[in-house]
């Protein structure tokens, strides 16, 4: 395991575990084959994001943090970087249950778009609500005007 800045590598078994277990919809299924990153603040993991249903050039990603301070331009940019830079993806989908406004709002933030449903997909009642970030639409790997990242 190593850290870098805020975030966790090799320790996707741990990470994973975490998310799923506050992901209703994935629970002890878990997420299969996966890589994961977590967020640390000090010896604290805040949680972290799961790569899973890796098909060469489109993953999914899913998430879960215990607090909303993990979110920092250099994490963002750190957690970005593996589907779109490591794995070469040209677009990443992430999937939410309709009732987690908190959620969607954060998917939204992040600078997914909302592309559809998946009627009852998260527990055969409640619909999952689908968004798509192409590669070239991600702010976090962008540089500004004066040649640095965004911040």
């Not at 990603?61 to 250099?74: T, Y």
């Not at 794995?87 to 990443?92: E, I, Y």
């Not at 309709?98 to 998917?107: I, S, V």
């Amino acid at each position: 395991m190593q850290v870098v800045g805020s975030v966790l590598y090799g320790a996707d078994e741990i990470v994973s575990a975490l998310v799923a277990s506050r992901i209703p919809h994935v629970g002890a299924a878990g997420f299969g084959p996966c890589a994961a990153l977590g967020v640390v603040r000090g010896d604290k993991l805040l949680g972290g994001v799961v790569f899973h249903n890796y098909h060469g050039h489109i993953v999914e990603m899913s998430g879960a943090f215990d607090r909303a301070d993990w979110i920092r331009p250099s994490t963002l940019r750190r957690l970005f970087s593996y589907p779109f830079v490591q794995l070469g993806c040209a677009n990443m989908v992430t999937m939410t249950p309709r009732n987690n406004k908190k959620a969607r709002k954060l998917d939204e933030f992040l600078g997914f778009r909302f592309v559809g449903n998946l009627t009852g997909g998260a527990d055969g009642i409640t619909d999952l609500m689908i968004y798509e970030m192409p590669r070239d639409a991600c702010r976090w790997l962008k540089e500004r005007d004066d040649g640095k990242k965004n911040t």
